[in-house]
């Protein structure tokens, strides 16, 4: 499974959009990339996830490049309860596990 | 839908105790994981599922077992707990192998071996 590259932290000022990028330089064709975030002490909470084309769903956007090595989640309007863990995972579509090989993500604060 | 439920909570365990923390999911998944979280770090893998029967290790396995006779349960068990187990503890389950991985997780078990 493709390394992917995260900033460890980065602030955001309430109402503000939120812009967290990610690195995955060496994704294969047939790997998703997954947005998952974890607010303190809690387990880790699905956002959005694609493969070649820009998604949005009532949490986030997703913005995939062109050659799909790196990625963008956006938060339009980040309010104080977004303040978490962000994890940019890349996986297969396929596999006997399926599991999710998380990093150490990005820390986003939303400040107000 | 209760989702993915665990508990208990919160643990304190004596060094070499042994205990069970129980994993239960409402949705029909087939998949079910158990993770582990140490401060500051992403999730590991201990051990996964693909159906009831069906287990396997993952990244770190050692000092921990589990079972799965039904589609709902999976509980891990640990024995002779060390100070090195101090965690928390994740499980997910999501549907099957199809294109995309969504996985739901409980909210932890918190344990610490004194």
């Known amino acids: 499974d493709a390394k992917t590259t995260q900033p460890p932290s980065m602030d955001c000022a309430e109402g503000r959009a939120a812009n967290l990028p990610c690195n995955h330089s060496?994704?294969?064709?047939?790997?998703?990339v997954y947005w998952y975030r974890q607010i303190h002490s809690q387990g880790p909470q699905y956002i959005i996830h694609?493969?070649?084309n820009n998604e949005t769903n009532e949490m986030a956007s997703l913005i995939i490049t062109e050659d799909r090595k790196s990625s963008t989640l956006i938060l339009p309007h980040a309010t104080l309860r977004d303040t978490a863990v962000y994890y940019c995972?890349?996986?297969?579509?396929?596999?006997?596990?399926?599991?999710?090989?998380f990093g150490k993500g990005t820390k986003l604060s939303v400040k107000p | 839908n209760a989702g993915v439920t665990q508990t208990p909570k919160f643990r304190i365990l004596k060094i070499g105790q042994s205990m069970t923390l129980q994993c239960a999911q409402d949705?029909?998944?087939?998949?079910m994981y158990w993770y582990r979280q140490d401060p500051g770090m992403g999730l590991k893998l201990i051990y996964y599922?693909?159906?009831?029967?069906?287990?396997d290790k993952g990244e770190v396995p050692n000092g921990y077992n589990v079972s799965r006779s039904t589609t709902e349960d999976f509980p891990l068990r640990l024995e002779l707990a060390a100070p090195s187990q101090t965690s928390v503890y994740f499980c997910?389950?999501?549907?099957?192998?199809?294109?995309?991985?969504?996985?739901?997780f409980g909210p932890g078990t918190r344990l610490t071996v004194l």
């Open positions: 995972i890349v996986r297969s579509s396929r596999g006997s596990q399926g599991n999710l090989i």
């Open positions: 060496t994704i294969s064709g047939n790997e998703y």
């Open positions: 599922s693909v159906g009831a029967g069906i287990t």
């Open positions: 694609g493969l070649k």
């Open positions: 997910a389950s999501r549907i099957g192998d199809r294109g995309y991985n969504e996985q739901f």
């Open positions: 949705m029909n998944h087939n998949y």
